[in-house]
């Protein structure tokens, strides 16, 4: 078994014969759109967008299934045709034998290089593949070197399969669409231009050229091309064993025109003598763009090693420099892995929840909690725009407090509902607040909170409960007054509507109604009478503190009144006996929504902050109040936790039964961050997680233990294989969600738990079998899956900084309260953290001499740069804002010394 090796600080690392791990991939994307999936033989694909696939799509399936990927042949003159990308018919019977081609694979963030040596043919190649910063192309730099003693003949044959089209079509008229296809040979490749799409959006002409070119190091055309499937593979041929390649065939001149055929980028390149030890290579480009001059630019810009290695390494220092937060803890493995932890949320705004091969789903870009919760992690490591991007986020608000859920590709676009969908995720309303509190935090700006935005809309009304019939896409997607003006509110105005909408919008047991499904897509069957204690929690803990947030908003910007929408003045009634009352709630919210079915009033009145703050407060506390009253469930042996739901008969789905235990970790989540949970409940649920939830093999806490039933009354998840996915895996984001909540109440040894054994569990690649990262989920056998596209990386980013390190914003000072425990420093007592704060760099360094645990040691004094003392008041140390602006653009070290 074969393990990961880590080869210096910045987290590349190195893994030997990575082919014989299936569904390994790996990504390699630009800024400028095209997104690729590698497998370790180069299999994978590569695209612009769901309507624009450069190689066909794969699924994690395909990548051992499929033989459509990129490959590169050496005709070696008197002995055969050696793959330098391992994909042939004679390596696959070569595999698992003692003659298998020797590989390694070595990867940095968004570029991938395999090394391969063959025995048989006394041949090494090495593959890189990369995009570089300013061309939105995929290179693939590839080096032969003759490694026998004597000298040998090749002919190397670049071979990648052209697409050229929709995802939609790979089981939608695939054969029709290509003969759309329109291919040409040129100097340098092989071009495909269909003449229209056949897409979703309809049959429309087509401008996109896909292709792929190549040059030699040394500037030399390709010698012929071989630019039509079934002629390059002959008859009963196929990509691991093709005609032209195995029998030598002579290619086609540039200059020839085909139609309506498969396409690929086969390239000849001139047969070479390589002597002993000589080497020779080759750039292979493949992309898709509407300019063929820019296809001519780039061969020009690669049409030197020289230039490539310059464009390499451009794009290495980029990607490093994006993430800019570094963690040192001593333990070099643990500090690697969080590189690509921290890269990872990277990763998501460029690839959406779509285009890796685990993620064959969507059409392209993210749900609405996944553009919140992503943004969190901008906020530490580039948070230039993270202000408007916040308040363009808050256009998706619809004034009945529910949002648009389908985001357009441009920042700030919401698209209207395409497929008349009315599903009303109920959590969607607690992630803004989140995201902007740790805005606020990090900034001081809490004067966005009295920022305008507009609101979005459609025909969707009453909370998806009903249909505006006077709605119509001229109408736009912004909601209108009376005036026909576009209507702005602040954006306390909008966290205001998008909780007090979710208080009053109650079940037969007083918790916020589960409506199509919350944070856990897959509860989504329990729409009429389910309920999500978890997320009630959830709504409770953000109310709170919105309240706090608007004494510092009247303090700070000495306000005491907002202005708020006229309408709305109805849902800050602060009446206990409406709390009580589940009909009148549910009156009182229908009677809101009715009058904002279509236009409202854009009238707006001044109030009390101080009255908005009490109301929020007793709405919050009477919430939490009935939760600890009836759903703290007792364990036999004293412990306890809270029951997360109620399902779609009304019944709670969490207990003690006779079959067996029910207990879910997304409940506890959220009882424990807000605090719902007292302190004696975190202490019994740590018990009862750890007794029913933690398996340290396979991650750690699961997300459920084994309801043994398929329960068509709360959702599809109970139709998963138990361990997998939403159903009772170790599913990272809430693992993580736990061990952060866990920290911020002092759980320090319980919240380390959940974190460490997921990074252990990720980095043990005998069993999780990915890449450095986190994924998902870990599957029962501890297999790490879905990998790099999660919300999970975010928070553990988030987690290690700010909880963990300690190191935070409160109202724009900068705030240090570590949490470490001894097993986070060196031998030295050494631990320290690398960020961005306020615009200036930090390294904060941690001294522990005496080897305390957390709970052990106090902080002695901290000092920056040798000179300011921070203020101290023994458990956290803090420096002004005002003197971080002071400060000059160097790196600034703060010492922060333990007794
Ligand atoms: C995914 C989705 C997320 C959802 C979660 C649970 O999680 O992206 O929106 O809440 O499944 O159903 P992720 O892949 O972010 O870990």
New binding site residues.
Partial sequence: MESINFLNNEGTFSVRQAENYSHLYFPIAGEEGIKSSLSPNLGGDSKLNQNSFVIEPVSAENLHNNRSGRNFWCNVDGCGSWSVVGVSAEEECRKFTKEQDDSELTAGFMWQTVTRTSQKYQLSAKVTSFVPLKHNVEIMQVEIRNNSNQQQVITPIAAIPLYGRSADNIRDHRHVTSLLHRITTTDYGVMVKPTMSFDERGHKENHMIYYVCGISGNSEKPQSFYPIVEEYIGEGGSFTHPQAVICNKSGENAGRYYEGKEAIGGIRFETVTLKAGESTSYTILLGATDSSEEITELIQKCNKDEKVKVMFNEMKEYWQSKVNVRFYTGNNGFDSYMRWVSFQPILRRIYG?SFLPYHDYGKGGR?W??LW?DCLALLIMDPTNVRQMILDNYGGVRIDGTNATIIGEKQGEFIADRNNITRVWMDHGVWPFITTKLYIDQTGDIGILNQDVSYFKDQQIERGFGKDIRWKEKYGNVQKDIKGKTYSGSVLEHLLLQHLCAFYEVGEHNHIKLRGAD????LDMAEKHGESVAFTCAYAGNMKEIALYMKKMKDILNISTVELLVEMRMLLQDDIEIYENIMEKQELLHNYTILCRHNITGKKVKIDIDSIVSSLEHKADWLMQNIRKHEWIKDLDGNGWFNSYYDNDGKPVEGVLNNGVRMMLTGQVFAIMSETAQKEQVSAICKSADRYLYEKEIGGYRLNTDFHEQKFNLGRMFGFAYGEK?NGAV???MTVMYANALYRRGFVKEGYKALQTLADTALNFETSRIYPGIP??FNSKGRGM?HY????ASWYMITMLTEVFGVRGETGELVIRPKLVREQFDKEGRASVQLLFADKNFIIEFYNPNGHTYGEYQIKRAVCDNNTALYNSGMQVCLSRKKIIEMDNSIHKIIVELK
């Fill in positions: 929840c749900g909690r996944d919760q944070w856990n897509d897959a939403e599913f990272s984001h998902e989920y879905y596209l999660t919300g999970a």
